[in-house]
Nanobody
Framework: QVQLVESGGGLVQAGGSLRLSCAASGRTLSNLHMGWFRRPPGKEREFVAAIGWEGGNTYYADSVKGRFTISRDNAKNMVTLQMNSLKPEDTAVYYC??????????????????????WGQGTQVTVSS
């Protein structure tokens, strides 16, 4: 079992920055792909970013490319999402997720939610205009 807890959400003005963290417990994250997803108000959950277990490969949704950066610190069992140049359309609940089954690696890293096995409770990000 993996428990994931997100933190760092809040209210920020457009153009500002936030840094989300995802802390894991229950097992090491060092051999898991990790992802961030979000659910905007009234919309479906969508992929934001993913990072391979080795930390060298990162993937982003087109909507956040160049503004968001995903990283991981396996020693701290933590994944972060640095969000810069935030826009009102980035307003959403942000979720951290872990993919245990590396057979689904391609699906996980390209943003398929079904490939992820564990999810956090989410943290609210609100960007005001």
């Amino acid at each position: 079992q993996v428990q994931l807890v997100e933190s760092g959400g809040g209210l920020v003005q457009a153009g500002g920055s936030l840094r989300l963290s995802c802390a894991a417990s229950g097992r090491t994250l060092s051999n898991l792909h990790m992802g961030w997803f979000r659910r905007p108000p009234g919309k479906e959950r969508e992929f934001v970013a993913a990072i391979g277990w080795e930390g060298g490969n990162t993937y982003y949704a087109d909507s956040v490319k160049g503004r968001f950066t995903i990283s991981r610190d396996n020693a701290k069992n933590m994944v972060t999402l640095q969000m810069n140049s935030l826009k009102p359309e980035d307003t959403a609940v942000y979720y951290c997720a872990a993919a245990v089954n590396l057979i689904r690696s391609v699906a996980a890293l390209t943003g398929s939610a079904y490939a992820y096995d564990y999810w956090g409770q989410g943290t609210q990000v609100t960007v005001s205009s």
